[in-house]
């Protein structure tokens, strides 16, 4: 079936600090993996995606890794700060253009 | 980057009665808009997908004849939801797809009372 798994579902970290989340996908097929930020009672905030045909993609603190073959990917924020404290969300795009979410990760990050 | 509105941002219905939630693409054309429902402290779970001048696909478990789905146009899809319980009320968010990338509305917080 079409499904991704999250984990952790929350993560405390001390500012400064790295926050690792990863998630795994159900279909070898999916080539679009991006990953969401989302404060309460706001719509999710792309912040960074990563296709099938790359291994690794950096955007300042933010990367994602990809590893097809296991079917996983993951997140790394470097250097957190207290402002990047939110619920964190990864994504798989299924046939048809679908994206399923994974559980989401709550990141705490202690001043 | 694109934008897609939904409306309206937050409602209060009665039980019973229905109600229209409208999304849509203002500066490009979605070919499939999805629909999602996300209740408080969990992930985004996806209701439907719809297609311009077609039937919406519901996902499993999900009651077509009580989340009515209407994608007239390429740029407007409405999710209308019919005799609305207390069970109901939770945060409804669309997202536009143009073939490559898929851009979200601000959700609607739905209240049944």
């Known amino acids: 079936g079409e499904n991704v798994e999250q984990h952790p579902s929350t993560l405390s970290v001390q500012e400064g600090d790295s926050a690792v989340i990863k998630c795994t996908y159900s279909?070898?097929?999916?080539?679009?993996f991006p990953w969401y930020k989302q404060e309460l009672g706001k719509r999710p905030q792309l912040i960074i995606d990563i296709r099938s045909n790359v291994g690794e993609k950096k955007d300042q603190r933010i990367a994602v890794t990809l590893n097809k073959t296991a079917k996983h990917f993951s997140l790394h924020i470097t250097e957190t700060q207290p402002e990047d404290s939110a619920v964190y969300f990864c994504a798989a795009r299924f046939q048809g253009g679908k994206l399923i979410f994974g559980q989401g990760t709550e990141l705490s990050v202690k001043p | 980057g694109a934008v897609v509105s939904q409306h309206p941002s937050w409602v209060i219905c009665k039980s019973g009665t229905s109600v229209k939630i409208e999304c849509r693409s203002l500066?490009?054309?979605?070919?499939?808009m999805f629909w999602y429902r996300q209740f408080p402290k969990q992930s985004l779970m996806l209701m439907a997908t719809s297609n311009e001048g077609s039937k919406a696909t519901y996902e499993q478990g999900v009651e077509k004849d009580k989340f009515l789905i209407n994608h007239a146009s390429l740029t407007l899809s409405t999710l209308t939801v019919t005799s609305a319980h207390p069970e109901d009320s939770s945060f409804y968010i669309c997202s536009a797809y143009t073939g490559a990338e898929a851009f979200f509305g601000q959700g609607t917080r739905l209240t049944v009372v």
């Open positions: 279909d070898s097929a999916s080539n679009y």
């Open positions: 500066d490009f054309q979605a070919t499939t």
